[in-house]
């Protein structure tokens, strides 16, 4: 696996209750957490990877040719941003054909 970023250990204070938000997953949080996911991967050609929030849809981009979506689903999966976005970002992985891991300090790639 490839370090793709570390985590924005920052967008924790953008989680309901302490920030506003009337989205019901946590706009603010996915925002600030998928930001420093739009990186370029340190191989030998350089691959670009892009990460971005449309409504409740989450899209990931790997190079040019792995593309996948994951849908932020409250009733399905949880109430909780925090486990909404990472069955978000794993479904949207498991599409693109990569696969993404999650730690306390960084998020790793494997294309």
């Known amino acids: 696996m490839i370090k793709l970023c570390n985590r924005n250990l920052a967008a924790a204070e953008k989680l309901p209750p302490k920030f506003q938000d009337k989205s019901g997953i946590g706009v603010h949080y996915v925002d600030a957490f998928i ?60 599409a693109a054909g990569v696969e993404l891991a999650v730690t306390d300090t960084e998020i790793l790639l494997a294309p």
């Open 35 to 94: 930001a420093p996911m739009n990186a370029t991967l340190p191989d030998a050609p350089p691959t670009r990877v892009s990460c971005k929030r449309k409504g409740l849809r989450i899209t990931l981009k790997v190079g040019l040719t792995k593309k996948g979506d994951g849908l932020m689903r409250r009733l399905a999966v949880s109430t909780d941003p925090v486990v909404m976005l990472d069955a978000a970002l794993q479904e949207a992985a498991k």
